[in-house]
């Protein structure tokens, strides 16, 4: 297994999770890593990716609430969400995108905001 998520969980509106991705091999080193959600009956969309340098990319609907990182040393990558809303309900996957263009794709992670 190359991607681990974990850190889900059931969390009332307005809280906060932290949601952790370890790796294994050489995948921490990958052109993009990234963190998607699909929630129930939708597609899977996209929440953040940030690079090998840093940059970051965030959806608009994410975006002054979550933040992704990346520990180096802990090959892990993380996406810390606060205030979050009942529609950001979902499966969240971390999801690594290689140099030669490959992905791939760790196993979900349940997140469910109560109201």
């Known amino acids: 297994v190359q991607l681990q998520a974990s850190g889900g969980g059931l969390v009332q509106a307005g809280g906060s999770l932290r949601l952790s991705c370890a790796t294994s091999?050489?995948?921490?080193?990958?052109?993009?890593l990234g963190w998607y959600r699909q929630a129930p009956g939708k597609q899977r969309e996209l929440v953040a990716t940030?690079?090998?340098?840093?940059?970051?990319n965030y959806a608009d609907s994410v975006k002054g609430r979550f933040t992704i990182s990346r520990d180096n040393a802990k090959k892990t990558l993380y996406l810390q969400m606060n205030s979050l809303k009942p529609e950001d309900t979902a499966v969240y996957y971390c999801?690594?995108?290689?140099?030669?263009?490959?992905?791939?794709w760790g196993q979900g992670t349940q997140v469910t905001v109560s109201s």
């Open positions: 091999g050489s995948i921490f080193n990958s052109r993009i």
């Open positions: 999801a690594a995108t290689t140099w030669t263009q490959d992905n791939y």
């Open positions: 940030i690079t090998l340098s840093g940059a970051s």
